[in-house]
């Protein structure tokens, strides 16, 4: 398939590097040079320097011919003006990244959808929906739901009570658990399991399950399910504005920002939220503001390392859930590795909606979730296809994937190495990053 992207800020350059290693045909659009020339020297894609609004720009870049458009400049404006022209002049399916939530209405779509934008992009609030997600669920790092909540795909971090700790995976097997552990976390790095591998203190284990066996794992795991009502939350940023819209009133929040004209802006927005106007790196401010009975604690500012370090110092003060936003992805795993429960990651999000939109053409069929290094992805067995020529332990899958689960007929369920999938069956993948290409070719 061939990508071109407009734009190599963060989200950009990050995208690039990850679809140039599934082995996508990529062109990069900036108009700075000095941005495209690091990733120009070291991933397999190519780079052009331009303006994405300039026709002359798209069609050299290779627009006319390219099967998807990505405009992810931080400027909606051009972004939007950028897809329109593409599609125009031959791209097939745009993609905008936008920062007005108004444009996300569905009354509003189909206008951008008359002048040739398909998908809009609003990172923050993606950012958000992970949010209310987490704090709905405290217990969990990480919760996926596929095929409409069929399947689950669980991570959670162990700790001394959960009773897995020691546990080699084969020993689980023999037990007929009602979840299959899909990969492990490890500090830095991914693993694909096989049933000689221990479960460690501090590993985070990706379980997928079904709905009606969530509360097993809460057992296994040595976990409590608590509700969450008092949130504090630091730094006025859009996605705590959009936090407290999806919200819904299900929890009382108070928002700290230090800048006096952001506090105006979130009086307006958030009308029954407590605005602080105060810093919240001051542990005074913070004592002051009751965070000691909050339940929760959400960092959001600019900064990953504020974020990361008030998180850790809302632990001291006995707050049970706390939730950073970490844009450098290399102190992700240095996050996860710390007692600061769940990070969110913008560049991820956006990454996970993308890769969506590249596993079909007709992207109901399919889902992805993209990690630090690896990926989710729901796909579609197709008549014929390699996935569908046996039981799974006749397969020869490659350890660099695992089969978490499917679902037949509207039913989830998980899979066994006896196990033999249908033609039809949506089945979840756990993959590790840059296998998703290899992955996808067995279901065609």
Known sequence: ?????????????????????????????????????????NYNLMTYVGRPTSFQTLREAGVETCDLFIAV????????????????????????????????????????????VDSLIYPEFLAAQEIITALKRPWVRHWFELSNGEILLVGVKMRELSKLIGLQLKE????????????????????????????????????????????DLLEICGKTNYDVNKVM???GSRIAIRTVDLADNDYKFKIIEQNLDMCQVLAEHCPDC????????????LREEGLDECDAFIALTESSETNILAC????????????????????????????????????????????????????????????????VAELEARPGSKITRGAVKDLNLSREMTIAGLVRDGEGMLVTG????????????????GSLHKVEKLFY
């Open 1 to 41: 398939m061939k990508i071109v992207i407009a734009g190599a800020g963060e989200v950009g350059s990050h995208l690039a590097k990850l679809l140039s290693f599934e082995n996508q045909d990529i062109v990069l659009v900036d108009k700075d040079a000095s941005k495209l020339a690091n990733i120009d020297a």
């Open 73 to 116: 400049t931080p400027y909606e404006t051009t972004n939007v003006v950028a897809c329109s022209m593409a599609k125009q002049i031959g791209a097939g399916k745009t993609v905008a990244r936008i920062d007005n939530y108004e444009f996300m209405n569905n009354e509003n779509r189909e206008y951008f959808r008359t002048i040739g």
């Open 172 to 215: 689980l097997a023999a037990l007929q658990p009602t979840f299959h552990i899909s990969a492990i976390k490890r500090r830095h790095n991914t693993i694909i399991p096989r049933g000689d591998d221990y479960i460690k203190l501090n590993d985070i284990l990706y379980f997928t399950t079904t709905r009606n066996h969530v509360d």
């Open 233 to 235: 939350i630091m730094g």
């Open 274 to 285: 407590d605005i602080v106007h105060a810093d919240a790196r001051d542990i005074d401010v």
């Open 312 to 375: 850790i110092m809302a632990k001291e003060f006995g707050v049970a859930k706390t939730i950073a936003e970490v844009e450098n992805l290399q102190l992700i795993s240095e996050a996860e590795g710390l007692n600061i429960g769940t990070t969110i990651n913008k560049k991820l999000l956006a990454s996970s909606t993308i890769f969506q939109l590249l596993l079909d053409a007709d992207s109901s069929t399919s889902k992805c979730h993209s990690l630090t290094d690896a990926e």
């Open 418 to 433: 006896n196990t033999v999938i249908q033609p039809g069956d949506h089945v979840v993948v756990f993959c590790l990053a």
